[in-house]
């Protein structure tokens, strides 16, 4: 099954992972789940991951990812809608960017907010929402080239880059 979209590339889930700071007792958010691997990712170092995701065909691809993963929880759902439901959180992962600035207000309590995002556009909205709220923390610009065989060699190829804007109440 192919899902429409692109997967966090796995460098850029490292620094995810590494700005998210995770320990043992952390319960966090993964808004707009996708393929569920950054859940998958989490779910390693954390009590418990609620993966939210609106997309039919997102769930049912994540929801086989992640099987056998008891501490992720996969909902369907409007995050907007979600959020408030659910018991408490203190980390969040944003991978999708429907309502993000309503997201952003529903979960500017956390210690750390990670949001990803492949349009610089939408790096600004949650910039500027996050400075709003007086919990933006930093952005950054994350390139990531990869090797391949070129006439005998090794030569480089660009991915296209990732925006990553960091916030947090502590």
């Not at 992972?17 to 808004?31: F, P, Q």
């Not at 779910?43 to 501490?71: C, H, L, P, T, W």
């Not at 659910?86 to 991978?95: C, D, E, M, Q, T």
Request: aromatic residues 6%.
């Amino acid at each position: 099954m192919k899902l429409k979209g692109v997967p966090t590339k796995e460098e850029v889930l490292a620094i995810a992972l590494s700005k998210l700071a995770l320990k043992e007792d952390d319960i966090v958010l993964d808004i707009g789940c996708g393929t569920g691997n950054v859940s998958v990712a989490m779910s390693g170092y954390v009590k418990q991951v609620y993966a939210i995701e609106r997309r039919r065909e997102a769930v049912d691809f994540a929801s086989e990812n992640i099987r056998g993963r008891e501490n992720i929880e996969l909902i369907e759902g409007e995050a907007v809608d979600l959020i408030p439901t659910l018991p408490s959180f203190n980390k969040a992962f944003v991978g999708g960017t429907g309502d993000l600035e309503d997201v952003l207000k529903l979960i500017k309590g956390c210690e750390t907010i990670v949001v990803n995002a492949a349009r610089i556009e939408v790096a600004s909205r949650a910039i500027e929402t996050m400075r709003d709220l007086k919990i933006f923390k930093e952005a950054l610009i994350i390139n990531v080239s990869k090797s391949y065989e070129l006439a005998g060699g090794i030569a480089f190829r660009s991915l296209n880059p990732v925006f990553m804007v960091v916030g947090g109440c502590l």
